[in-house]
């Protein structure tokens, strides 16, 4: 079964500074995908960024970037110029090639300190 | 257009009661999809839905039922709740393109509490 570990329970940064979310799975599939997604305190799940894993670029949404590491089943996102908005809880989520079933790391919780 | 919306968005009920929750996916989006979140198991797989098919299911008992209407809207239903199914219910849907699998976009959620 697939798993996805998230180390960082809890992180904090200075507003516009950067910072980056950790995140490591577990597969034997080949092609798969991988997601950040954001739940901040209204509960409200928003996607940050999807990851092909079959793409060796890493994807880039505005402020938020992933460094893929297929070989190594890593997966992190790293924020730049942090706002206040991004206070969050931020998941890590893993999805077969083919169903939509998400398998969800625990979470860390991202404080941004202005 | 309008995102996934659920209802109710707040439920309290008593140990044996049972309770269903309802789910309209964003508009044209075929695949709905419900997890639970407590904070002891985190995020949870429950069940997908396909075009009135059920898809995939997670590890949960039988008492965690749903299904899927024509309108791609699907209901979960939870029979003899127990305090443990305190928790909130997020529902997700997706497009389900050509290619089988796109991004799942999630509802506000409902929040069951079980006395």
């Known amino acids: 079964a697939q798993t996805v570990t998230q180390s960082q329970p809890e992180m904090s940064v200075q507003e516009a500074e950067t910072v980056t979310l950790s995140c490591t799975y577990d597969?034997?599939?080949?092609?798969?995908?991988l997601f950040w997604y954001k739940q901040p305190p209204s509960r409200q799940m928003i996607l940050v960024i999807r990851q092909e894993a079959y793409k060796q670029q890493n994807a880039t949404e505005n402020r938020f970037s992933v460094n893929f590491q297929k070989a190594a089943k890593s997966f992190s996102l790293k924020i730049s110029d942090s706002q206040l908005g991004d206070a969050a809880m931020y998941f890590c989520?893993?999805?077969?090639?083919?169903?939509?079933?998400?398998?969800f790391g625990a979470g860390t919780i991202l404080r941004v300190k202005s | 257009k309008a995102g996934v919306t659920q209802t109710p968005r707040y439920l309290i009920k008593t140990r044996g009661q049972q309770v269903t929750l309802s789910c309209s996916p964003i508009s044209g989006h075929r695949s709905v999809s419900w997890y639970q979140q407590t904070p002891g198991q985190g995020l949870q797989f429950l069940f997908e839905y396909f075009s009135e098919t059920q898809r995939n299911k997670g590890n949960f008992p039988g008492r965690f039922s749903g299904r899927q209407f024509s309108n791609s809207r699907s209901e979960m239903n939870v029979s003899t709740l127990e305090l443990g199914d305190s928790a909130l219910y997020l529902c997700?849907?997706?497009?389900?393109?050509?290619?089988?699998?796109?991004?799942?976009?999630f509802g506000p959620g409902t929040r069951l509490t079980v006395l």
């Open positions: 597969t034997s599939e080949s092609d798969y995908y």
């Open positions: 989520a893993y999805k077969k090639e083919y169903g939509n079933k998400l398998v």
């Open positions: 997700a849907s997706s497009l389900e393109g050509p290619t089988g699998t796109d991004t799942q976009y």
